[in-house]
C-alpha cells in the first residue's frame, strides 16, 4: 500500500507535467495494485483524490490511455466507485474514445463504460442521449473479427436494450443486420446465448422486428431449431427454447407476422405447422403460440380453418388432456379461440368438434387453462344458436361456470365465467338453458355482473336477466328477491355515469320483472317512477322513449 500511495503522490505530479513515461510506471503500479486487492486500492484512489486527475490523461494520443481506461473499469466494478466515478467528469472523454481505431482502447473503454453504468439506468439513459448506440453497432460491424470487442458490444447491447428510450435509437440503426450477420458465424453455445440474450430485448420492438425478419433471423431460428430438436444435451434444449420463443416474439409485430404469413403460403408458416404434431413440447408450444399469433385477423383465420389446422390443434390437445403439459394447453386453446373470432369460421369448428375437445379440460384446476377454455367455448358459440342450447343444457358445464363466477382469487376466470353464462342465454334464447342456469344457481351471479365496473359486462348480464324474466319469471323470481335484482336496476338507472344502454336494459328488464307480484312490490316501494320520469329528457332518444313506455307501465301497474 506504501507503493500505491507513492504511486498515486508521483501520478498527480506527473499528470500535471505530462511526463509520458512518469505517467506510464504510475499507472502500471495502480494496476498492479487493483490486481492485488481491488477494493482497498479503489479506496486509496478516491481518498487521495486521484479521479478528477484521469479525465486530462484520457488522450486519443497517449500511449497511456489504454490503462488508464482499464483502471477506471476496474474501480468502478466496485459500486462505491461508480458515483465518484460520475462526479469526476470521466463519462464524457470516455465516449469521445469510442471513435479511436485502437482496438485495446475501444476495448478498454467500453469497459469502463459498462461498468461505471453498470445497473443505473439513470446513467445508461445519459450514454443513450449522448448517442453511444450508433457509435457502438458502428464498432461491432468494423470489429465482428475481434471477439473481446464483439463481447463487449453485445454486453452493452444487452444492458442498453432494456431501456425503453434505446429502441428508436437501434431501430434507426443496421443493428438487425450486424445481429443476425454475427450470429450466422458463431459456433458455440455460449456465444449464441450472448447474441439471444441481446436480441430478444430488441425484438420486443415492433419496428425492430421487421427489420429482424428482413435480415434474416427467422431462417437462422429454424436452423437452430432443426439442430438442436433430437438433442438431449442442456445447451440444446436451452437453444432450442431459446429460437423456438424468439420466433413466436417475432410474430407479435402484424407487420413481421403478416410478411411471414405470405397469404398462409410462406415457408415459415408452413414449417411452423410441423412444430404441432412434434415429440418435442416446447415445440408444440411454440407452433400453437406461432398459430394463436398469426390468427391475429380475420383474413388469416380463415385461411388457417380451411386448410386444416384446426383439426391438428384438436389432436394436439387430445394428447394433453390426461396429465398434460399446461403451457401447451393453454397455447392451443388460445390459438382456438382467436381462430373462433370471424363468424364464418364459427359453424366450421362446432362440426369439427371443436366444443368436445375443449370440455375435456372442465375439470382442470389450472386458471390459465380455465380462462382459456371459457373464451374459446364463448367465441364458438356467439351468434350460434344451437351450439348455445347444446351448451348451456349441459348441467356439468353450467355447475362449473357457476362455481368459476366465484373464483375470486382469478379475476379473469371469475369475469369470464360469468360472460360465458350470459351467452348462453342471450345466443340461445331457449327456455331449457335458461332453467339450467337456475337450477344450478347461475342467476345471482349475473344479477352481480350488472354491477361490473366494465359497460360492456353490464349490457350483457341485464340482457340475460331480461331474457330469463320473459322466459321463465316464475321459476327466476325467488332468486330475483334474494339477489337484490330491483334495488340493482334502481341503482343503475340513478347513477349518471350508467351508460344509454345500460339504463335502457335497465328499464326493459323492469317491465319484464313487474308480471311477479314480490318484485312489483319492490318497484313500488323503491319510487322508480321517480328515476324513470326524470330519463324522459334524456338526450339519448332511445333512452327517453323507453323512459315513457316504463313511465307509463308504472302508472297503470300502481
Not at 479521479?51 to 468502478?76: D, F, G, M, R, Y
Not at 382459456?372 to 364463448?378: A, I, N, P, S, V
Request: contains cysteine.
Amino acid at each position: 500500500m506504501d507503493n500505491l500511495s507513492e504511486a498515486l503522490e508521483k501520478l498527480k505530479l506527473a499528470s500535471s507535467d505530462s511526463s509520458t513515461d512518469s505517467v506510464e510506471s504510475c499507472v502500471d503500479c495502480l494496476l498492479k495494485a487493483l490486481a492485488n486487492n481491488n477494493t482497498e486500492a479503489s479506496m486509496k484512489i478516491q481518498e487521495m483524490g486521484v479521479l478528477p486527475l484521469l479525465p486530462s490523461l484520457l488522450t486519443p494520443q497517449s500511449s497511456c490511455t489504454p490503462k488508464v481506461a482499464n483502471i477506471i473499469a476496474e474501480v468502478a466494478k466496485n459500486e462505491f466507485m461508480r458515483t465518484p466515478c460520475v462526479e469526476a467528469g470521466l463519462i464524457p472523454p470516455l465516449i469521445q474514445l469510442l471513435t479511436s481505431t485502437d482496438q485495446e482502447v475501444l476495448l478498454q473503454t467500453g469497459r469502463a463504460l459498462g461498468n461505471i453504468c453498470y445497473d443505473s439506468h439513470s446513467l445508461q439513459a445519459q450514454l443513450i442521449n449522448m448517442g453511444v448506440i450508433p457509435t457502438l453497432v458502428k464498432l461491432l460491424g468494423v470489429h465482428s473479427h475481434n471477439t473481446a470487442l464483439t463481447e463487449m458490444c453485445l454486453i452493452a447491447f444487452g444492458n442498453l436494450a432494456e431501456l425503453e428510450s434505446s429502441k428508436e435509437q437501434f431501430a434507426s440503426t443496421n443493428i438487425a443486420e450486424e445481429l443476425v450477420r454475427l450470429f450466422q458465424k458463431q459456433t458455440e453455445h455460449e456465444k449464441k446465448e450472448m447474441v439471444f440474450e441481446v436480441l430478444a430485448p430488441l425484438a420486443e420492438n415492433d419496428v425492430i422486428k421487421l427489420q429482424l425478419v428482413e435480415a434474416g433471423l427467422v431462417e437462422c431460428l429454424l436452423q437452430v431449431v432443426a439442430q438442436t430438436v433430437d438433442g438431449e444435451r442442456e445447451e440444446d434444449i436451452a437453444q432450442l427454447k431459446t429460437a423456438s420463443d424468439l420466433m413466436v416474439l417475432l410474430l407479435l409485430g402484424d407487420e413481421s407476422m403478416q410478411k411471414l404469413f405470405e397469404g398462409g403460403k410462406g415457408s415459415v408458416f408452413q414449417r411452423v405447422l410441423s412444430w404441432i404434431p412434434s415429440h418435442n413440447h416446447q415445440l408444440q408450444l411454440a407452433g400453437a403460440l406461432a398459430i394463436a399469433n398469426f390468427a391475429r385477423n380475420d383474413g388469416n383465420c380463415i385461411h388457417m380453418v380451411d386448410t386444416g389446422i384446426v383439426q391438428k390443434l384438436l389432436e394436439l390437445l387430445d394428447r394433453h388432456v390426461e396429465e398434460g403439459n399446461v403451457t401447451v394447453q393453454h397455447a392451443a386453446l388460445s390459438a382456438l379461440r382467436n381462430l373462433a373470432i370471424p363468424v364464418v369460421n364459427k359453424s366450421k369448428m362446432l362440426s369439427a368438434g371443436v366444443a368436445d375437445v375443449v370440455l375435456k379440460f372442465l375439470p382442470s384446476e389450472m386458471p390459465p387453462v380455465q380462462f382459456k377454455l371459457l373464451g374459446t367455448l364463448r367465441m364458438l358459440i356467439d351468434t350460434q344458436a344451437e351450439a348455445a342450447e347444446q351448451l348451456g343444457t349441459n348441467v356439468k358445464l353450467v355447475e362449473r361456470l357457476v362455481e368459476w363466477c366465484e373464483a375470486k382469487d382469478h379475476a379473469g376466470v371469475m369475469g369470464e365465467s360469468n360472460r360465458l353464462l350470459s351467452a348462453l342465454i342471450r345466443h340461445s334464447k331457449s327456455k331449457e338453458v335458461v332453467r339450467s342456469v337456475i337450477q344450478c344457481g347461475g342467476v345471482k351471479h349475473l344479477v352481480t355482473m350488472a354491477t361490473s365496473e366494465h359497460m360492456i359486462m353490464q349490457n350483457e348480464a341485464l340482457v340475460a336477466l331480461g331474457l330469463i324474466a320473459a322466459l321463465d319469471l316464475v321459476a327466476a323470481e325467488k332468486d330475483f328477491v334474494g339477489s337484490s335484482l330491483v334495488s340493482v336496476l334502481h341503482k343503475l338507472l340513478s347513477d349518471e355515469r350508467s351508460a344509454p344502454e345500460i339504463k335502457y336494459n335497465s328499464m326493459i328488464l323492469i317491465c319484464a320483472v313487474m308480471g311477479s307480484e314480490p318484485l312489483h312490490k319492490e318497484v313500488q316501494s323503491l319510487a322508480f317512477i321517480d328515476v324513470v320520469s326524470k330519463l324522459r329528457a334524456h338526450e339519448n332518444k332511445t333512452v327517453s322513449h323507453q323512459a315513457s313506455l316504463t313511465e307509463q307501465r308504472l302508472t297503470a301497474q300502481s
